[in-house]
């Protein structure tokens, strides 16, 4: 039970960081353009 202490404690740490870099991608256009990033791969760009 005391192991428990810890670890709630950690996991929400743990997801309140994960929850700010989603909002941290968001906020700085990670997901504006999915469609030109799924096409750019296909683009042979050999000089």
């Known amino acids: 039970m005391s192991v428990a202490i810890y ?3 950690v ?3 743990m997801g309140a ?14 997901y504006e353009d999915l469609k030109g990033a799924a ?3 296909l683009i042979d760009d050999e000089d």
């Open 11 to 13: 996991a929400l740490f």
């Open 39 to 41: 096409a750019r791969i």
């Open 17 to 30: 960081v994960g929850l700010a870099a989603f909002i941290w991608s968001l906020k700085s256009g990670q």
């Open 7 to 9: 670890l709630i404690p």
